[in-house]
């Protein structure tokens, strides 16, 4: 089974940056489609970008233009770039593995104004 563990989260001001990572465990990863979603405080869990096995990506219309995502197969490890972060960005960020619907554990990330 596929194990995913987050991390990048942090603490950072309004109009700053941070890069999440999630690393993969197993093989086959490069195949795979992987989404970063949220979840703040008393929030429905919502989708936030997808990247496929071959790189096609999707992003929700509340981080087009500030979030990119990325992977590094060879590290089998996927990317969200976040600039321009602004104060209802906060939330816990986690990834899954759209195949299956794993997830990870999360990582916080707040920003203060």
């Known amino acids: 089974q596929v194990q995913l563990v987050e991390s990048g989260g942090g603490l950072v001001q309004a109009g700053g940056s941070l890069r999440l990572s999630c690393a993969a465990s197993?093989?086959?990863?490069?195949?795979?489609?992987m989404g970063w979603y949220r979840q703040a405080p008393g929030k429905q869990r919502e989708f936030v970008a997808r990247?496929?096995?071959?790189?096609?990506?999707n992003y929700a219309d509340s981080v087009k233009g500030r979030f990119a995502i990325s992977r590094d197969n060879a590290k089998n490890t996927v990317y969200l770039q976040m600039n321009s972060l602004k104060p209802e960005d906060t939330a816990v960020y986690l990834c899954?593995?759209?195949?299956?619907?794993?997830w990870g554990q999360g990582t916080q990330v707040t920003v203060s104004s």
């Open positions: 197993g093989s086959g990863f490069s195949s795979y489609t």
């Open positions: 899954r593995l759209e195949i299956t619907g794993s």
């Open positions: 990247i496929s096995g071959g790189g096609s990506t």
